[in-house]
């Protein structure tokens, strides 16, 4: 009896350690499977993650071009409508060009609602500088040919570069310069005038230039002021407006006083027979 119980129990022990074994590689397969899917999980996530993003980025990317495809489209239609607009003689009209081109260059220094003035036109400057050697020279010229001939080439150089730089002069100086001859129609310091000025029957001014005998015609114009009429214009308006403001002023004053003193007359008059 003794060999066979030991006989049965021999196999039994033999057989639990190899079914711990299994037990044991079974949680191990167990475990690496969690572990596998926790990490494809979080691998799902992250490429999730990353798809969004990338989507996100996308998006601002075409919202970004959009708009400045709407604003490419904005300036071109005002700058086809500038284009199509025509002057009085039905010649294309180059200040609304121009007027139109600059205002798209003062629109791409926008920058967080905040507008970075334009540089100042040098060549504006440049204009101006120029213009006024030439008159100053032309003033002094009396019988010098030499200050003349000098006069002209900076007149000459004036106009050469606002073709180039499509600068439109102002009515002052190009009623001042003789397209023939290129002189300017200043009084030289002899008294002597380079110019005659007198009217039709059509209500023109007809100006002939005493030098080539040039002749051009202008429409007289009353509303019309030249740059220094409109400085003393402005100036005049200004001038008036503050004599009216100040008057104002005064009426007030002098009302408030003319009330204060009756208030005082009435309460006098009560404190001493009321």
């Known amino acids: 009896m003794m060999a066979r119980s030991s ?17 044991s590689s079974s949680l ?8 596998a899917d926790q990490r494809a999980q ?8 990353e798809r969004k993003a990338e989507k996100e980025k996308r998006q ?18 005002r700058m086809n409508k500038a284009l199509l607009k025509k002057n009085k003689r039905g010649q294309p009209n180059l200040n609304a060009q121009i007027e139109e081109h600059s205002r798209g260059k003062i629109d791409g220094f926008m920058t967080d609602g905040k507008t970075r003035p334009p540089k100042p036109n040098e060549f504006h400057y440049r204009c101006n500088h120029l213009y006024m050697a030439a008159s100053l020279l032309c003033s002094q010229s009396s019988g010098n040919s030499g200050l ?13 570069l606002c073709s180039v730089e499509m600068i439109r ?5 190009g009623r001042t310069i003789c397209k023939r001859c290129k002189n300017i129609f200043i009084a030289r310091p002899d008294g002597t005038q380079s110019i ?14 005493l030098s080539c005998g040039a002749k051009k015609r202008f429409a007289r114009n009353s509303t019309y002021l030249s740059r220094n009429e409109q400085n003393q214009h402005q100036i005049g308006i200004e001038g008036q407006q503050q004599q009216v403001q100040s008057k104002e002023n005064n009426d007030i004053y002098k009302s408030t006083f003319s009330e204060r003193i009756s208030l005082n007359v009435s309460q006098n008059y009560a404190l001493h027979f009321g």
């Open 42 to 49: 979080l691998t799902y996530q992250k490429i999730a993650a």
């Open 196 to 209: 005659t000025v007198r009217l039709n029957r059509k209500k023109q001014m007809i100006r002939t230039c």
């Open 28 to 35: 191990q397969r167990k475990k690496r499977r969690l572990h």
């Open 148 to 160: 003349e001939m000098l006069s002209k080439l900076y007149l000459r150089e004036m106009k050469e």
């Open 7 to 23: 006989m049965e129990a021999g196999p039994s022990s033999e057989i639990s350690p190899t079914m711990d074994q299994c037990h």
């Open 60 to 77: 601002l990317e075409r919202e970004k071009r959009q708009k400045v495809l709407e604003e490419y489209t904005s300036i071109k239609q």
């Open 169 to 173: 002069l102002e009515k002052d100086f």
